[in-house]
């Protein structure tokens, strides 16, 4: 397969291809509001199906509203690549629409050039991945829908091509990253109870201040992070005291905390480290404490061949390469605890997502597609010769 | 006047005293509604003045609402000795009223034994300290209007009995605590501006969080109110997070602060340290914060020579016996700006106040009224030796 040589995408279809499917839904600012099942989201996929509708290319809808696209006649496995076609309300262009693009153009391109992989590879836009709606469930619906529907077993394994979402690509000068994995999530409330007092007449020493509790275990949850693993971290987005009066020493404290971290036994580390600090906190403040966890979400550690495989892609094509860990949730999560997967970053501008500020350098959406055409031109081999199947390769 | 003997308060009296102006406005709890102006209140003060138009004393309302009560036919100028008549809503039966009876007790009981300072003794109940009414401009109303009033030249003195409406004196086991001055109060509100970011795709040195300003800011006034002032406090009441989501790095945030201390160069020291320690967190997390006073009560030191005096009255009588700072606000903090004052704290149980927990054991009741009358006599003869007047004391 070596010997055949790699295509060059269409660069110019690719830049065009996100431009349009951009104007669909769009508001007058720019953002972009493809809630899953609306009218511009079910505009969107209709764009997304037609315009595989091309000779040879076969396109059609599975039973969620997933829309698949392959070659016509041909009979599997395919390795899956591709993304979310839905937004948040107020959305960007990128967000999901890159990675469906581009695994579109990485599509139309090996078809095109008829290369020997173009039989193996099937391109998916998902549907609701983003979980806006009541019934959504939380997202990555789609994904989830496949992971129990018989089309897995055809399946070799899924890539997905994301912008990064986030600043640390831009800060670190780097314009690939492999993927390795998409941190845990794990959300907390704490609870504190002390006792509400006059400000004024109850000396620090005999004050059991709420309020302090929070207050220090907001600030001290970086440090608990960091020293745990450098690469986790925690936010604490809401804290509130009771009764709420700056004369009134809080007799109640409420904050909710979140973690994330690229391996559950992080994530245990840093729990059990908080339940520490808030013991003791909540001891040496003369108040009682708990810390309830409200939900987790596993971590998804990605296979390790494919991730190295990109990687070589990756490496190939730049020195400002590095691997990184997703510090938000992608379909790829899901898919991952059924298929061989990784997924490829490309940097985002100012770490803007889900807004129209949503951006990325067109070279660097060229060489992430690039990049995924290469990948997948790697892994289809890797993949297709582990699998136990009678199927040989067309190369 | 040292030869004349020392007369013993009316013990009973006393207690059935506070026990009878308790039921004035009372709800069903034991708790007390006698809110200045209301009809208790009016009925409270009602009392008041009836009880003290027994023979040989007379008793007035001034315009303001104040009720006095002194010896008939005597000129002044008099040692006036009193407290509070109206309550909180839901108020206690010894917050005012324990050091108005007290007063009341007192002057009554140097008239029946024709105690030679008796001429020079003159009773109040203040009208609206709590300042809980939208007129009452946050209270001291009574004590204010006195300030402004020609009663205040005839007048050499004030002492005021209170409960102390904190537990420093229970858990250090005092039994009488003479009054060094009322703390200086200040409150701030510290505004946090960062950067509203994605909590997971956003890492920690990218953040500008908001959040952890008013957090870090919270945690650390302790230390810098201590620092200054071992005898200094402050509280955080208030804290609130913008936008306020568990997945959001907070991109504003807010506080109310206070804190308190005896003198204004104290609450000088801590509001610089304050300023600084925002300043130089806001800048560790890359934001911006500004910490705005919007109110300030000044600190009131009482006259060193009748505290001295107090203090001497206590010892004789307790071992059990420190001066204090009252660390809530009192009439003697206004009338201290005009004339000689002092006051004398007797213990709350559990440091409760302002509702129907307020409790004291009946002996410090009675201790605490015994040492006002002693106070009485040894800060009359000084007073007014040290007034320039042509009066002659009695004695």
Known sequence: MNAVPVPAINAQRLLTDITHLAQI?????????RIAGNKADWAGRDWIDKTMRVEGLYS??????????????????????????????????????YGVIAAMEVLRTLHETDHPVADHVETVAWFDEDGVTPTSNGGLVGSTALTQHPHLDELVGYLELHVEQGPRMEASGLELSPVTGIVGVRRYTLTVRGQENHAGTTPFSLRADAGRVASRTAASLRDICTEVDPLSIGNVGVIEFGPGAANVVPGSARAEIEIRAG?????????????????????????????????????????????DLVEGVCRDRTKACEPLLSYAGHDASVISTKLPTAMLFVPSTGGYSHSNREHTPEEHLILGTQALLESVIRATGMLMDSKDTSLILAA
């Open 25 to 33: 839904g769009a508001g007058p600012d720019g953002s972009i509001h």
């Open 263 to 307: 391996q559950e036994a992080a994530l245990d580390d840093i729990e059990a480290e908080l339940h520490e600090s808030v013991a003791r906190i909540a001891e040496e403040e003369s108040c009682t404490a708990s810390l309830n966890r409200t939900s987790a979400k596993p971590a998804a550690q990605f296979d390790k061949r494919v991730v």
């Open 60 to 97: 059609y809808y599975d039973e969620t509203g997933n829309v698949f696209a392959r070659r016509q006649a041909t009979s599997g496995p395919w390795l899956l690549i591709g993304s979310h076609a839905d937004t948040v309300p107020g959305g960007g262009h990128l967000d999901g629409a």
